[in-house]
């Protein structure tokens, strides 16, 4: 997790030389941390020192996200198949997680899964609004 601020600054560095508006530099910053995040936590139950790879990509309106992780296999996009859990609910009646996938799935406007050379990929493509 010490790396989360410096993955946040390498997505801001990206969108102020791609000319990215500052509504999309935090979409895709919030999308980046949250993806981190859940690598660290769930994919290595805990503070690992195994690499993440984050690639992005301007193209027209669009920034491409390619995530790569060396955790165990899990394909997060089960998890948005899965029946949702209703917002109404009690915390009791509330399965836990899901909602920050959800939130990064709700983001993007194409969110794709592989499993490739030992390393979970995640593809995302984000429309920028400016």
């Avoid at 390498?10 to 910053?29: I, K, N, P, Y």
């Avoid at 027209?60 to 109404?88: C, K, V, Y």
């Amino acid at each position: 997790m010490a790396m989360l601020a410096e993955t946040a600054a390498f997505v801001e560095a990206f969108c102020a030389r791609a000319g990215v508006g500052r509504d999309d530099t935090l979409r895709l910053t919030l999308i980046v941390e949250e993806l981190f995040t859940n690598t660290v936590e769930h994919g290595h139950r805990g503070d690992s020192d195994a690499p993440v790879d984050i690639r992005l990509r301007r193209r027209a309106g669009d920034i491409e996200i390619l995530f790569e992780d060396r955790a165990p296999p899990h394909d997060p996009t089960q998890r948005l198949n899965a029946p949702r859990s209703s917002l109404a609910a009690t915390v009791d009646e509330r399965s836990v997680g899901g909602f920050g996938l959800r939130l990064v799935a709700g983001l993007a406007a194409s969110f794709r899964y592989a499993r490739e050379q030992e390393r979970n990929r995640l593809h995302l493509v984000v429309k920028c609004r400016a």
